[in-house]
Every structure is written in C-alpha cells, then in structure tokens.
C-alpha cells in the first residue's frame, strides 16, 4: 500500500457537505456538514452503523445525489452545481461505479456488458481494449458468456471489467463484496487493491466488512451523517474496536 503522505491531493473533496431527507414529519437530516477528501491513488474505506449516510454520502460524492448545502468537487468540477445533462457526462466519461447486485445486463453477453460504458460514451468499441478489461479480472475466457451462466464472484468482475474499461479518474464501490462468500469477496478486494496500486486509480468503498477494510489505505468512520474517526493502515481488527465504539 502507498504511504499517505504521498497520496494526500484528493480526486473528490467534500466540503461542507448537508444532505435531508423529506419525510411526513420534516426534512431528516442524513449528512451533516460533512467535509472529506478521497486521496488520489489510494483505496478508502467508508464505514458505519446502519442510517449513518454512509451511501448518501458515497452517492453525493459520486453525484448520483445532490446534496442540499456544500460542494463536491471532481478537480475543478462542483458536481453539486451541475446540471443533470452535464452529470450524465461526468459519470459515463470520469467517474465508476461498482454496486453490491452487479448491475449487469441478463440479455447481453459478458463482453457486450463490458463494451456498454464505450458504447455509451459514442466512441468506437476496440475489442481488444474490452478484451484487456476482462482479462485485467481473469475472465477473458467468459465473453460469450451471459450472467446468468456465471457465479456471483465472477459477475462482480465483471461489473469491475465494465467499470475499468471506460478508465475513469475515481471508481465509487457500495458494499461491492456484500453479496458474495468470502472467498469471492477476498478475490473482489484484491482486484479492487490492484486498480489503486498498479493502474494508480482511486477506489472509494462502503463496506461492512472490517476484513474488506482492512484492504483500504484509510477508513473513514461515520456516525449520525459526520466524519468521528479515521484510521490509517487499517487492519480488521483495529476496525472493529473502532466500530464498536459507535455501534454501541
């Protein structure tokens, strides 16, 4: 894993960041006054109890969610202040997302699942840049392949193909390994590991699961939608005494 200190420029900051909710007795407050970077080149974890905004808070980073006060900036770009059609084209060109149920499209094949994100951006389809993206997670011998047909281990990778084949700048992961058992799950996260320290891409992740944490250069803590404690160099076990100091 990178050092920290060299990783400290951060492809997403938050700043300042509120997010509610309406509801039949108000608005609820889901994230409050948050202010957070991603570091670039690095893997960060985000972790929590259940209704600490953790998602909200990935989904306004990712700008699938804007957020009420505060701003979210990809580089020089504010997301918060962006238009939807202008939003479209951040996600598709700049930005990856990785979800816990795939995502994957049951009619397609594994290699037209892949191309999607090319084909979406309107540029032309270079099979063996697809090819390169699944063979990046071992599954070029899976193309013709339909979901259907594979584990659930190996349609996340091929949700990971499909995200790192459009090279985005940050790829956004929401429980990626929720789904799976813990063998596919320690295979996710080592593909995930792979993208920050061979491809020099930033992955941020919610996750659960103190032994996925532990694969991330820093975990951030939340708790009632703001930031209580970072850790860097985790292991799974420091994360969960971290955790349970907020759980209880």
Known sequence: MPLLTDIQLPAVQLAAVSKSYPSSAGPVPVLREVSLGFPQRALTAVMGPSGSGKTTLLNCAAGLDKPDTGKVLLGETDLAACGERELTVVRRSRIGFVFQQFNLLPMLTVYENVALPLRLQRGRVRRERVMEALRQVGLEDKAGRRPAQLSGGQQQRVAIARTLVA??????????????????????????????????????????????????????????????????????????????????
Do not use: N, Y
């Open 167 to 248: 090279e985005p700048e940050i790829v956004f992961a929401d429980e990626p390994t929720g789904s799976l058992d813990r063998k596919s799950g320690r295979q996710i996260m080592e593909l995930l590991r792979d993208t920050v320290d061979r491809a020099g891409r930033t992955v941020a992740m919610v996750t659960h699961d103190p032994a996925a944490a532990a694969c991330a250069d820093r975990v951030v803590f939340l708790s009632d939608g703001q930031v209580v404690g970072r850790l860097d160099h985790p292991t799974a076990e420091a994360v969960a005494r971290q955790l349970s100091l907020w759980e209880r």
